[in-house]
């Protein structure tokens, strides 16, 4: 089913056919439309960024990124398809970029018009047809790990490991020591006989995971009544106003206002006509 709504489908049909695909995009990355699928997504995804994982308690438009699958710069037609559509964080969406992720290469030619459907045609895990978790592990979200070749890819593309590996220089062993420290200072050094490593990870990881999770209930059960009311404006907003405002994007630009022209640059653009005269005397200029 899809995440847009039925007035919004048809408002989008209505300006994409008015203005077309290019100034339709530009329309729409401005548009209230985007800005309630944002919401959507992020109450889908929990707060959770679709490539790292990671929890932002904040429903701010402005924190999130709409993240576009197939990228806008070789899939413009995909800019507004629901099936390419999810929330990341600025850190995965920057490193991400242009990173073409359809499989296989090159680029379909004739391009195609669908969002393929099929995971196996995503060089990483695609947020709504996979499933994240088959794909990658991680260390309290800063050691991540993979052992399928989309997780690696996932990896490589948006630079998972950079922030804990190049910037803070860890590795996994010192995460896991951190994780053991916080572990035992929870559980206030009472048990006699330590859990295995994986076992204090799961239970540490499972904790944190249980709190975000808890405070994702409290600030989406916040969002349901504004996802409510973005969808009755939805409904109530006109075509009409919509075209206009996106064949407004469409006009030319106003042209600059005249440049005064100061005396010297007058000068120097005479001598620059050059010829046996020049066509204009000081005093014309200085009249002017
Ligand atoms: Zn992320």
Known sequence: MSRFLDCEIAEMAGVRADVGEEVFNRWFDKSEIKGRLKKVCM??????????????????????????????????????????????????????????????????????????????CYSIPHPRFDAWSDHLSHVNYQIYSSDTDKGVELMRVCKLNEPAVDQAGLDHESVVAAIKTQFFQIVDNAVS??????????????????????????????????????????????????????????????????????????????ASV??????????????N
């Open 274 to 287: 050059g010829g046996p005269r020049a066509r204009y005397s000081l005093s014309d200029l200085r009249d």
């Open 193 to 270: 006989a330590p859990p295995p490593d994986e076992e204090i990870l799961v239970r540490m990881a499972r904790g944190v995971q249980n709190l975000e999770d808890e405070r994702a209930a409290m600030t989406l059960a916040g969002l349901a009544p504004k996802l409510r009311a973005l969808g009755r404006k939805a409904g109530r907003r006109n075509m009409e106003q919509s075209i206009a405002e996106a064949r407004a994007l469409a006009a030319p630009p106003a042209k600059p206002p005249k440049e005064k022209i100061s005396e010297g640059r007058a000068l120097s653009l005479v």
């Open 43 to 120: 109450d889908e995804q929990g707060l959770r960024c679709c490539y790292c994982r990671k929890f932002d308690n904040t429903t701010n438009n402005l924190i999130w990124d709409l993240e576009h699958v197939l990228c806008e710069l070789y899939y413009p037609q995909f800019f507004a398809s629901d099936d390419n559509l999810a929330v990341a964080c600025k850190r995965c969406n920057n490193a991400k970029k242009h990173e073409d992720v359809l499989r296989p290469q090159p680029r379909p030619d004739p391009r195609i018009e669908e969002v393929p459907q099929q995971p196996e």
